[in-house]
C-alpha cells in the first residue's frame, strides 16, 4: 500500500532535536542539503536553508524562544485571527501553543513525493483556548522540504464543532534580506491594498514594482501567483505561489516603529521584510465537518537567474 512509502520516507528524512532553549524541533533535510527546522512551539518555521547553508528567514537576534510567546523571526501561523481585528490576542494563539507530531502521517501524493521530506504537526484546541474561543477544531499542518530546496506549507483545518466558526490567517513569513532599500516586490501591481497606517483605508498600487523608503503595513487584495521578492544585494528572489491565501500582508516596520519592537535589534529592521500569504479581508467561514486548505509555497531562485527580465511565469517549483 502507497502509505508505507510515506512511512518511509517521514522516518528517514526528518530527525526530532531541541533548540537551546529546550524545544522541540523538527528538522527536515532535503538530498542536496537544504535543510528547515519546525518548532513544536507555534508549529513555527525556525529556519530554512538552502544547500550552501545559507539561512532564507530572519531570526531577530533578540528572539525570544519561549513559550507562551511567539519567536520573532521565521514563519509564525497567524490563526484564528490575523491581526488586532478581532476579540482574540494580536495574530491568534496559534503561534503561542505547543503542537504535536502525528507520527502516521497521511502519505504525499504519489506524483509530489520525488525527494520531499515533510513532517505533519497537528494542534486541537485545549480547554484553555475553548474559554475564549469556544469552536473545536483539528489544525494539521505540512512543512515539507523538496528536492529542488523548496518550502512548502500545507494548513488544513477541519470544523469538529457543532456551530459553523469563522476565522482569518496568515504565515507570516520573515524574510531574510540584504537590505531593505535593495529589496523589491512584484505582482502587487494594480491591486488595491488595506493600508494598517492609515485605518485600514482602501487603495490601489501605483507603482511596477514596491519598494521600501518607509514604515509599510499593507494588506494586498486577492493576488494573483506568483509574488517575487527581489533581493538585488544578495541577488536572489523568493518566488511565492500560493493557493487559497487570496491576500498577501507586506510589512516591515521601519527605524521608528521597529525601537517600540522589544524583540527586534537595533537596525535589524534593515534585514527583515515579511510577505505574508493570508487570509485578511474575507475570513473563512466552516460549517461542521468542513475542511478549508491554505497552501504556500516559497522557492528561491539562484543569483543567475536575478535579473529584471525574470520571467516568474516560467519558474517551475
Ligand atoms: O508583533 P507581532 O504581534 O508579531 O506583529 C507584527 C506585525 O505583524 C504584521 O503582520 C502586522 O501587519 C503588523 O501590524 C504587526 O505589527
Not at 531541541?18 to 518555521?45: E, F
Not at 501605483?206 to 499593507?218: K, M, N, P, W, Y
Request: charged share 25%; hydrophobic share 35%; glycine share 8%.
Amino acid at each position: 500500500m502507497g502509505h508505507s512509502a510515506a512511512v518511509w520516507d517521514y522516518r528517514a528524512a526528518h530527525e526530532l532535536t531541541t533548540d537551546w532553549n529546550g524545544n522541540p524541533l523538527v528538522v527536515l533535510r532535503n538530498p542536496q542539503g537544504a535543510s528547515a527546522r519546525i518548532s513544536l512551539h507555534g508549529g513555527q518555521v525556525m529556519s530554512w536553508k538552502n544547500q550552501h547553508g545559507e539561512e532564507l528567514l530572519f531570526t531577530s537576534s533578540k528572539a525570544i524562544f519561549k513559550p507562551p510567546k511567539a519567536m520573532r523571526g521565521g514563519i509564525p501561523i497567524c490563526f484564528p485571527q490575523f491581526g488586532n481585528c478581532g476579540l482574540l490576542e494580536q495574530h491568534g494563539f496559534a503561534r503561542n501553543k505547543v503542537w504535536t507530531i502525528d507520527e502516521i502521517p497521511p502519505p504525499l501524493p504519489p506524483n509530489d513525493s520525488n525527494g520531499k521530506s515533510f513532517v505533519d504537526l497537528i494542534l486541537k484546541p485545549s480547554s484553555e483556548e475553548l474559554k475564549f474561543w469556544p469552536h473545536s477544531f483539528e489544525y494539521r499542518l505540512r512543512a515539507s522540504l523538496g528536492s529542488n530546496g523548496q518550502l512548502s506549507l500545507i494548513s488544513r483545518i477541519r470544523n469538529v464543532n457543532g456551530k459553523p466558526f469563522t476565522f482569518s490567517f496568515a504565515y507570516h513569513t520573515y524574510m531574510s534580506v540584504s537590505d531593505i532599500s535593495e529589496v523589491r516586490v512584484e505582482g502587487l501591481e494594480t491591486l488595491d491594498y488595506l493600508d494598517n497606517l492609515f485605518q485600514r483605508e482602501r487603495y490601489t498600487e501605483q507603482g511596477d514594482a514596491l519598494t521600501f523608503e518607509s514604515e509599510v503595513d499593507r494588506v494586498y487584495l486577492s493576488c494573483p501567483n506568483p509574488v517575487a521578492v527581489i533581493d538585488h544585494g544578495k541577488k536572489r528572489t523568493f518566488v511565492i505561489r500560493k493557493d487559497g491565501l487570496p491576500d498577501v500582508v507586506v510589512w516591515n516596520p521601519w527605524d521608528k516603529k521597529s525601537k517600540a519592537i522589544v524583540d527586534l535589534g537595533d537596525e535589524e529592521y534593515k534585514h527583515m521584510l515579511c510577505v505574508d500569504g493570508a487570509v485578511v479581508e474575507n475570513p473563512i467561514t466552516l460549517k461542521p465537518g468542513e475542511e478549508w486548505m491554505g497552501r504556500l509555497e516559497i522557492l528561491v531562485v539562484a543569483s543567475s537567474f536575478c535579473s529584471d527580465h525574470l520571467d516568474l511565469q516560467k519558474v517551475r517549483f
